[in-house]
């Protein structure tokens, strides 16, 4: 599998380990969102869904507090933003998962878990 951004219409390659694809939110700002929508659209349930600050001294601001069923979304409130890029890690029940990839929060406010 891959691990893919898509933003609007335009596509961008990162890492291995699962499809993302996600949409910017209406109003780009340069401001850390309070929240994030996740939506799984893969065959198998997000068993763990993580976001942390970037740099030496990371730190979780943000996680699933529960499974979610493939086709379901959700909303991770985020503790104490600060900035716009943050690690991103997502595992499956069928253990697939994404290593950690580095996401603009401030950009990409709706994460599409795909295949």
Do not use: H, W
Not at 48 to 59: H, M
């Amino acid at each position: 599998m891959k691990f893919q951004r898509v933003i609007a219409t335009a596509a961008a390659g990162l890492c291995a380990g699962l499809m993302l694809a996600a949409a910017p939110a209406a109003a780009q700002k340069a401001k850390p969102p309070a929240q994030i929508k996740i939506t799984n659209m893969r065959a198998s349930p997000l068993t763990t869904f993580e976001i942390a600050t970037t740099g030496d001294q990371s730190r979780l601001v943000g996680k699933l507090a529960k499974p979610l069923e493939p086709g379901k979304s959700t909303a991770i409130k985020l503790n104490k933003p600060s900035g716009c890029n943050y690690y991103v890690l997502a595992r499956f029940g069928d253990d697939a998962e994404s290593d950690g990839e580095s996401m603009d929060l401030c950009r990409d406010r709706v994460i599409r878990l795909t295949e």
